[in-house]
């Protein structure tokens, strides 16, 4: 699986240094996305590694399901690549690493915001700009429910951990009276 993986960051870092050169990061994120979407399930894998199926045929089947309305020529070359090098599989793999590079490359950081109860816009946006103010970057927030934390907010950047939660606040005070 190592080996998978190094390979999947070798071909997101070869187009990720294509999409720079250009200036098409924004679009090339936009396609890794959607093929990795209709590339990515289980089925199409499988389907696409019978070994029943010639090179041509699974490039037929490739052309076949590729949106080209939404996909530029390069993207579309790109997955054939991946067809004949048998590397189709790693697709969704790559989409996420040039993720992680596109982001690194925006200054943009991903939070995940645990709450006990869902957040309506406006309180997701306050909580975007004071997350902004601390990290002094963008910041995309994934959010999540845990009736657990019974209020407050607690969130994930990266490695830090930021906990509000009354759940916390809770167990500290009962530390210090005991």
């Known amino acids: 699986m190592a080996l998978r993986g190094a390979a999947a960051r070798r071909y997101a870092q ?20 959607v093929l990795s979407r209709v590339f990515g399930s289980d089925n199409a894998m499988s389907a696409l590694e019978d070994p029943k199926l010639t090179e041509e045929d699974k490039r037929r089947v490739v052309t076949e399901h590729l949106p080209k309305a939404v996909v530029d ?5 790109f997955v054939m690549l991946l067809v004949q090098r048998e590397r189709l599989s790693l697709l969704h793999r790559i989409a996420e690493i040039f993720q992680e ?7 943009i950081v991903i939070a995940d915001v645990t709450t006990a109860v869902p957040l309506d816009e406006a309180h997701k946006k306050h909580i975007v700009q004071q997350l902004s103010k601390i990290t002094g970057k963008t910041v995309e927030v994934r959010l999540h429910e845990d009736p657990r934390i019974l209020g407050g907010i607690v969130t994930r950047i990266g490695d830090e951990l930021i906990d509000a939660s009354i759940a916390t606040r809770l167990a500290t005070l009962g530390e210090r009276l005991s």
């Open 14 to 33: 070869a187009v990720f240094d294509i999409a720079k050169d250009t200036g098409t990061l924004d679009r090339w994120l936009s396609d890794l996305n």
């Open 73 to 77: 020529p390069l993207a579309s070359n």
């Open 101 to 107: 590079m596109y982001n690194k490359e925006k200054g």
